[in-house]
């Protein structure tokens, strides 16, 4: 079970040289428990904030608990969480698909709100998302956060 989503639009990009800082950004959020929705059937894993740091038993949805230790640079976590990217001709990373349920790309692609650029130089920078219900919403970007924004259609 689960919730089936897909990226449909984007005007957001990481600068080439930003890779490594999206990098260091990605594999900080494994010490936040907190954040995490997956792990192992047992013991209750203690999620607050007090249970800081990676643990084998908790993880973010469809990736490695131990993920910085296996992706070795940000397009190898991007890959670990589903998406589809490419580069432009100055190497800046653009996601241009993904298609599958969800897991914690929100989470990833949030933190690194200040980060995000956008594509054609204008104003908003975002990644707009439709689910399987048909229901569309976009994650904006700044350098004081994501913010989500419901579409609303005008037929005309």
Known sequence: MGYYV???EQNAKLLKSDLDKAYEIMCELNNHNELKTGGSIGPQIDRS????GPH???WFSWMEWNYPETCENAMEIFDALGFDYDFDSEGSLILYG???KTGAEDVFLNSLHALWKPIDN???CFHAWRGEDGGMWAFHY???GAHVKNAK????
């Open 98 to 100: 993904y298609d599958d």
């Open 153 to 156: 259609i005008t037929w005309v």
């Open 56 to 58: 084998p038993n908790i």
């Open 122 to 124: 204008s104003e908003p």
């Open 142 to 144: 700044d350098e004081k």
């Open 6 to 8: 897909e990226l449909i």
């Open 49 to 52: 904030l007090d249970a800081f």
